[in-house]
């Protein structure tokens, strides 16, 4: 089993920065890729991006392409998000995800909430 923990959200206005964090622990070694999601009051769950832990590859969703950065600390089993130039509507409840297979999202996050304002 793998458990996921983020953090690092936070109220922020147009413009600004935030690194969220995903702290995963447990059976890690059993992960091939990790990815964000977020979630709008009544809107569907969107995917973010997506970092494969076999060759350190990424992608991004095009609507945070340029803005959001990922990252990791192998060392501490972490991922990391870097917003920047956050807009309104990025603000939503992200949750990371982690997958036992490159087509796969197997433990989810209990999300941190972003929030971002004109």
């Known amino acids: 089993q793998v458990q996921l923990a983020e953090s690092g959200g936070g109220s922020v206005q147009t413009g600004g920065s935030l690194r969220l964090s995903c702290a995963a622990s447990?059976?890690?070694?059993?992960?091939?890729?990790m990815d964000w999601f977020r979630q709008a009051p009544g809107k569907k769950r969107e995917w973010v991006a997506t970092?494969?832990?076999?060759?350190?590859?990424?992608n991004y969703a095009d609507s945070v392409k340029d803005r959001f950065t990922l990252s990791q600390d192998s060392a501490k089993n972490t991922l990391y998000l870097q917003m920047n130039s956050l807009l309104p509507e990025d603000t939503a409840m992200y949750y990371c995800a982690a997958g036992r297979t490159l087509s796969s999202w197997d433990y989810w996050g209990q999300g941190t909430q972003v929030t971002v304002s004109s």
């Open positions: 970092f494969y832990r076999g060759g350190a590859a990424t």
């Open positions: 447990g059976y890690t070694d059993s992960i091939s890729r």
